[in-house]
Each structure stands twice: as C-alpha cells, then as structure tokens.
C-alpha cells in the first residue's frame, strides 16, 4: 500500500510550509492538493503580523519582500478603520508584507521542492479512517495504528496509509468534517461585499499621497477602510505603479435567498460600479482594466466566526483555516495559519521520530487556539465598529480618543500583530547581538532547537551533550547577553524562548527538566 509519515490534505500556503517545516525536522511528509497547479486568481494581498518576521526567521522574508535586509515595522494601521499612528512605538511589533497570495504560494512550493517534499497535484482526498492494520498494509504507522487514505488522481483512485493526517483543506474542511470535529460560531448574513480590479479616473487622485477627491465630500484614504453612511469603501493600487485598483465595497444588508454560500451568479463589472456607486452616493466613472491579468471581481455574502472544538482527532490534526474561519478584515488570516504550520511542525516531527515527551503534541492546540480566540474576538470588534449607524459612530468616536494614548496604541498594535498571547518570549526580540547571534540564526533557519550558552558554563555543555540530535549548543561570549534573556537560554525551533538561566543560583537550574519537557529524554529516542 502508499504509505508516508504524514499526509498534507491541502497545498495552499498553510499546508506548504507545514511540509517544509516537517522536512527541516527530518520528517517526508506527502501534500495532496485538489487543484492540478496554483489558482491565479487573485486572493490575499500580503501579510500582516508576527508571521512576517518569523519567514523572515526561516530564511523567505527576502525572496518574498523581492529586496535585501530584515522586515520593517509598518508606521501607520487601522483597527476597523480607525487610524493607527505607530511611529511612537518602540518597539514596533507589527509589521507588513505587500506580496499576492500567489506568490507566497509559489515561494512555499519551491522551498518545499528544494527541501525534497513530494507534491501530488490534481490528487484529491476523497475520504479517511483512523485504525489499526496488521501485516503487509501496516505501512508507514509501523504498530498498525495511522490513517487509511482514499484518494482521487488523474489516473484513477488509489489507497495510501500514513501515520498522522493534517487537514489543511479550508474552512469547508473535508477533514474536520469526517473526523466529526465541531466547528461552533456565528455567520452574519447580513453583510455581503464586491470586490474588483478597476481603473480609478486620474484626475480624481491627489497627487503624492493617492486619496481620492470627491466633490463636496473629505477626501478617502487609500488602503484603508473609508467608512461611509452607505457603508465601507476601499481602494489601493493593486500592483503598485500599474495604474490599476483593488477596489471593493462592504455593505450591510439582508442578501438575496441562497445567496449565502455564495453560489449567486457572477459578478459583472456593472455591479461592482452599482456598489461603488451606493456606497459613496456618487458615481466614480470606474473603468475596467485593460492590463494584463488575472484581475479580480468577486462578491462576498456573509462571514462567518468559527473555530473548530479540538484541533485534533487521534491522529488527524487541523491547520490553518480548516481549524478556525474569521473575517479578512486587518488581514489576520494568513497570520494565523502560517504561525499554525511553525509551531505544529517541530512538535508532529518529534512525535513521528519517537522521541517527543508525553504530551508535546497537545500543546499545538493549547498555544494555538487561544491565539485564534483573540483573532476572532479583534476581528468581530473591528467589523462591528464599520457598520453603519449613531451608536457605531460614537463607539468610533471613543475609541478614536482612546488610540491617543500611546499604551492603548501599543497594546492594540500587539493584539493586531499576534504575539500579545504569546505562550513565553520570542528570542529575537531580546535583540541579541554579537558573534553569537548569526549562528542561532543560522541554525533556527533549519529549523533546529537551540542552547545558547553565553556563560562558558561546563554543566550547560555537558546536560546539552545528552539531546545532540535534538538540540545544538551554541556558545559565545557574556557579553553578547541579549537584554532579555539569561547567561544560558533554550531555544525552541519555533524561535519562543523554552527556559532562561536563573538570576540566581546554578546557571543551569531548572535545564533539564525543560529538555525533558519540550524535547525528551536521551532514552526516548
């Protein structure tokens, strides 16, 4: 029978780089993606929050950003479309990433390809059933335990067998559904958008800053969220410097009958034009693109609020979208899945080696579904404060007054970037520096655990010296001590701090029963 350690249902981007952080960790994982090559058309429009520095962590943020040198902090955000001025804050956390979801696609997949993970295309799960096998068909579970596989290909239906199954098949998540996972929330079918490439008429542009001048009306700011009494407008020149925009309306109303599974007709351009032209109570005299493609025009009828019960079913694990669906508003979504992939994958690939500590793999879910909680919460909020209305306006109003304090912005700021439920310290962010720091970097960009020993400690050395398969020790001078952190400090391949060096007492207190903890045993493996 087929057989791999762990099978991917789903190449998007979530999906991707979970194959590549499972194939830096020593495990072949197999991705089976529906789709016979990657969807042009558009989707996202780039990253926001802690998941642009953590690719910058694995080595992608320079082929993704296209430009030489580490991420920036973006200096201005919105939060529902209220203005967020972030250039007091030091530090920034929250950063951006202007880049299509079409390209991160194609980035993952040819770092995937390097690293040596198969990618079935055209190949499609069909259905899965958990439970033991004896003999020849035990396959890559070994024990007879894993997961049966029917999968649809191009040259007809076939049957493979893995050890762990990961869904990463979207928020209709074939996965989720079989495996009898709950998926709880709200849907608002209330709001419906439209959203279009389209030409802005030149004239109406202000020059240097890009707003939209309207007659007798404030001027609207590109890449923000204009809110209006017929609802939200929103535009930004979609690739910069190509003289076309991404231009879409939100509104607020009751769809048509069936409209909320999206299966109503296509969207003409002449409806785009109408929304436009109802949200701003004025025509734009939009035009459609006559540049190269793929340009988009799409609606969308409802959005919906959900996370999945557990992220985990036995042997079958949810990723991404699959686990929780929010509304696109700030970008988070990406932010999320991606940030799933990374911490899921140390701990699964620990696990199918054998050498993972009881309990290691549930912490994905203990980390992880507190993070999508916040998402969905920020998310809800941030929809609610663009609807229409007096009462929306004066919440508006408050909060507005509220951002001028440099603490609410910080907080905000935090929220909106995703570390603020972080589970421990991210170890970048104690700004080390020094000879020491290049080969920590060198090594989290494998995907390795590091123990950075600044102090020349022997026991430090000696207890690593039992994991080194597992954890790289790195050494360096006292003096390159990063500002947050002790003269010894555990490092998890996610980049999140797992222990310190006490203040006080044995510089290595507490070491091995951390190793122990995130990492194992010697006699483990």
């Known amino acids: 029978m087929n057989t791999a350690e762990v099978v991917i249902a789903g190449g998007g981007p979530n999906g991707l780089l979970l194959a590549c952080e499972l194939r830096l960790a020593g495990v072949r994982p197999v991705v089976l993606e529906r789709l016979p090559a990657r969807g042009a058309a558009p989707r996202a429009n780039g990253l926001v929050g802690q998941v642009v520095r953590m690719l910058d962590l694995r080595g992608l943020y320079e082929r993704l950003a296209g430009r030489a040198g580490p991420p920036e902090a973006t200096p201005f955000f919105q939060f529902g479309g209220i203005p967020l001025d972030l250039r007091a804050l030091d530090p920034n956390p929250l950063h951006t990433l202007l880049v299509p979801q079409a390209r991160i696609e194609q980035v993952l997949e040819e770092r995937a390809r390097e690293l040596g993970v198969e990618i079935r295309r055209g190949h499609e799960l069909t259905a899965h059933d958990q439970g033991a096998v004896r003999g020849a068909d035990q396959g890559a579970a070994g024990d007879g335990a894993g997961v049966t596989l029917d999968v649809r290909a191009p040259d007809g239906p076939y049957r493979m067998r893995t050890r762990y199954l990961v869904g990463a098949d979207g928020g209709h998540s074939l996965v989720r559904k ?23 008429p030149p004239g109406l542009l202000r020059a240097g800053t890009g707003e939209l001048t309207l007659p007798g009306a404030p001027p609207l700011r590109p890449y923000a969220q204009n809110r209006l009494p017929g609802g939200v407008f929103t535009f930004a020149e979609m690739p910069p410097g190509s003289g076309v925009h991404l231009v879409s309306v939100m509104e607020w109303h009751r769809p048509p009958s069936g409209a909320g599974d999206n299966t109503a007709p296509a969207v003409t351009f002449g409806e785009l034009t109408a929304g436009v032209r109802r949200v701003l109570g004025t025509d734009l005299a939009l035009t459609p693109p006559t540049t190269e493609g793929p340009h988009r025009l799409s609606r ?23 686990a929780h669906v929010h509304s696109a508003v700030g970008g988070p979504g990406l932010n999320l899945g991606l940030q799933d992939a990374v911490n899921l994958g140390w701990k699964l690939a620990a696990e199918v080696r054998g050498v993972a500590p009881r309990g290691l793999l549930d912490t994905y879910e203990t980390e992880r579904a507190p993070v999508s909680r916040r998402v969905l919460i920020q998310t809800r909020a941030q929809m609610a404060l663009m609807r229409p209305g007096d009462d929306i306006t004066a919440a508006r109003e408050l909060l507005t007054e509220l951002f001028d304090d440099l603490g ?57 010296a039992a994991l080194p ?8 001078r006292p003096e390159e001590r990063p500002s947050a952190a002790g003269s010894a400090v555990l490092i998890r391949p996610d980049g999140y701090v797992a222990w310190s060096a006490p203040a006080a007492g044995p510089p290595h207190e507490g070491l091995r029963e951390a190793l122990a903890d995130w990492f194992g045993t010697a006699t483990a493996a």
């Open 178 to 200: 079989q495996s009898g996972i709950g998926f709880p929330g709200t849907t608002d079918d209330t709001f419906s958008s439209l959203t279009g490439h389209a030409v802005v």
């Open 408 to 464: 609410n912005r910080r907080r905000i700021a935090a929220l909106l970037a995703g570390p603020e439920t972080a589970y421990g310290p991210w170890f970048p962010d104690t700004r080390p520096s020094g000879v020491a720091w290049p080969a920590v970097a060198e090594r989290l960009r494998a995907g390795r655990a590091v123990l950075l020993d600044l102090g020349g400690h022997s026991a430090v050395a000696d207890i690593a």
């Open 469 to 476: 398969d597992r954890v790289d020790l790195v050494t360096g």
């Open 300 to 322: 969308l009828t409802g959005v919906s609020s959900r996370q999945a019960e557990t992220y985990r079913a036995g042997r079958v694990l949810l990723l991404g979208d699959a």
